[in-house]
């Protein structure tokens, strides 16, 4: 298998950005969680709100959603990109 020199070019490009989103969503994952930790802490609760169902909670679950959405995006690039690398020549 035979690899040519753009493939290369191309593939450190994608594992460069993939590492760049990733770490940005672990920052804003924890910047949300940071932030978090200060509000719900203080105020107490009536009766009839259940835990769980603030507006930090919501901000976690969409980051989360991101993150895995990221993943996700992560693997399918990866799959094509083996794709293209196995099936070139």
Not at 38 to 51: H, I, L, N, S, V
Not at 70 to 82: E, G, I, Q, R, S
Request: glycine share 4%; charged share 30%; no cysteine.
């Amino acid at each position: 298998m035979r690899m040519e020199t753009w493939m290369w070019k191309r593939m450190m490009m994608t594992m460069t950005t993939m590492m760049r989103t990733m770490t940005t969503m672990m920052l804003k994952l924890a910047m949300m969680m940071m932030m978090k930790r200060k509000t719900a802490t203080k105020r107490k609760r009536p009766a009839g709100e259940r835990r769980g169902r603030g507006r930090a909670m919501e901000r976690r679950k969409m980051t989360m959603m991101m993150l895995r959405m990221t993943m996700t995006k992560m693997t399918v690039m990866m799959m094509m990109m083996t794709n293209e690398l196995l099936y070139s020549d």
